[in-house]
């Protein structure tokens, strides 16, 4: 069993940063891909980026790829999200998520465990 608490949201301005955390507990964090995933008023939750368990390989969305950076310390049981550059269609609900194939690993149904979210806005 694993339990995300994400921390960091808040209101920044555009073109500022943000960076997100996701506190885990559970014995077997290191061994679990994570990911952070959003979802905007609206619209369906979408995949923003993830990262191996050995964090060997990043994934991206291609909307934040290269102004996000995905990184774990697992040591601390803790995944970030540095986020730059952010613009307003960046503003949602981020969500913490574990355990999924690498196969599936945009694809939001295929995660075993979630966090309750952080809410980021982006004012223009």
């Known amino acids: 069993q694993v339990q995300l608490v994400e921390s960091g949201g808040g209101l920044v301005q555009t073109g500022g940063s943000l960076r997100l955390s996701c506190a885990a507990s559970g014995r077997t964090f290191s061994s679990h891909a994570m990911g952070w995933f959003r979802q905007a008023p609206g619209k369906e939750r979408e995949f923003v980026a993830a990262?191996?368990?050995?964090?060997?390989?990043?994934y991206y969305a291609g909307s934040v790829k290269g102004r996000f950076t995905i990184s774990r310390d697992n040591a601390k049981n803790t995944v970030y999200l540095q986020m730059n550059s952010l613009k307003p269609e960046d503003t949602a609900v981020y969500y913490c998520a574990a355990d999924t194939s690498l196969a599936l690993i945009t694809t939001t149904t295929a995660w075993r465990y979630w966090g309750q979210g952080t809410q980021v806005t982006v004012s223009s």
């Open positions: 990262i191996t368990w050995t964090a060997t390989t990043t």
